[in-house]
């Protein structure tokens, strides 16, 4: 049955929060619009007209369609090159969603987003719709073909395993904001010490090229190990300008909603790193360089104002 046009603009109503869904979901962007892309497909040859809450019926097909993608997912990061971690959103991407309450926040950031990875498909949808988008345990247990009870359960255990990942408690946005400019100043300082008192002993260092660019298979792991790294990263080089195509800028700015730096090549982003700060100093620096999941940085990047760069990396 053809749409009309009044179908079409119902759905491209909700495409936002299905994107949102999704992304949270699968944390790649690209696999989030294909995701949605085919939710609007499978709108398309229903009979809209019997569906009484298009609402529900959109976010249900969408579900499921993710944890397809989920399932399939945990095959080939099995043979991924590397370390896996989300996509980054930059500040202001309308991908990351409602940011109306703590819970919605906090389940797009990045360090959250990584935490999920440990959970099974089902424990990933349950936390997401119930924690970021306020769904009841029926509403979920519909959605699912479960039992409400069933649905409760595992959203206590997801919970569980995010809370017990998850850093200490995390801080104020313009600290955070002056602890990363600090943290670049150190870094282009040339010596370890300044980083190492900007981390806490336990620190990380994570970072995903996909197989595409350099990155450590092995997380660093410890304030002078992760210090030691990050002062070779900003040393400069001709190599390195080579590599990247250019003298890349850096920028202090958020992703995720969290502190994150940029550092983009006449325009093209080149890596995306997401800080997690506390009151206790830096926890962990979560790296993007794959090209491949930096497409969209690039785009929002491009039609974003941000400034006049805090330095040349290398």
Known sequence: MALTMNDVERFEAARPRLEAIAY??????SDSE????????????????????????????LTNLCLNQLT?????????????????????????????????????SYAVLTLMERLSPNERVVYVLREAFGHSHREIAEMLDITEASGQQIFHRAKKHVADGKART???????????????AAATSGRTEPLVRLLTQDAISIGDGGGKVPARAKAFEGAVAVATFMRGL???????????????DVWATT??????VVVAVEGR???????????????????QVNPDKLERATQQWAATDHGDPLLKAF
């Open 34 to 61: 294909d995701a949605v892309q085919d939710t609007f497909l499978r709108w398309q040859a229903a009979d809209v007209e019997r569906i009484e809450v298009p609402e529900a019926w959109l976010t249900k097909v």
């Open 72 to 108: 399939s997912a945990r095959a080939r990061r099995e043979t991924y090159v590397g370390q896996w971690l989300p996509e980054p959103l930059l500040a202001g991407d309308p991908m990351l969603g409602p940011a109306d309450t703590a819970e919605q926040r906090e389940s797009v």
């Open 24 to 29: 949270r979901l699968l944390g790649s962007a």
């Open 234 to 248: 900003f040393r400069p080089s001709e190599a390195k300008r080579a590599y990247v195509g250019g003298s890349p």
């Open 170 to 184: 995390e801080i104020d946005e313009a600290t955070a904001q002056r602890i990363v400019e600090e943290f670049l």
């Open 255 to 260: 992703a995720n909603g969290g502190p994150a």
């Open 269 to 287: 982003v080149v890596g995306v790193m997401c800080l997690e700060i506390t009151t206790d100093g830096i926890v962990a620096f979560r790296n």
